[in-house]
């Protein structure tokens, strides 16, 4: 598997188990909208762009993290509650 590969894969997996990890517990009618294919489009459709710009010094596990953490809104609520200030999206993603 190519770095980009071991990305996508890496991501499509922590989405995936990101969303049954947060629907345990919720009842019946609850709001979805943080695991649903709507509420993950974007970080789903921009993980291809994404998988192209991994720095070439970054393995594909740290890579996904970074992303992970800051694509996936749950993720990115615990990093501001641990650290106490909004966390910046990495440079090696960000959009110009």
């Known amino acids: 598997m190519t770095k ?6 890496i991501v ?3 989405i995936i188990v990101n969303a049954v990890r947060l629907t345990v517990g919720r ?6 909208s943080d695991i649903s ?12 762009r994404v998988s192209e710009l ?8 740290t890579a996904a993290d970074d992303y992970c953490t800051y ?3 749950n993720q990115r ?3 501001i509650q641990a650290h106490g200030h909004p966390l910046p999206c990495p440079e090696w993603f960000a959009r110009p």
């Open 37 to 48: 294919l709507t509420g993950n489009w974007g970080a789903i459709s921009d993980a291809i």
């Open 12 to 14: 499509q997996t922590a």
């Open 77 to 79: 609520r615990a990093e």
């Open 4 to 9: 980009q590969e071991q990305f996508l894969w």
């Open 27 to 32: 009842g019946a009618g609850g709001d979805v």
């Open 54 to 61: 991994i720095p070439e010094d970054m393995d594909a596990d």
């Open 71 to 73: 694509m996936l809104s």
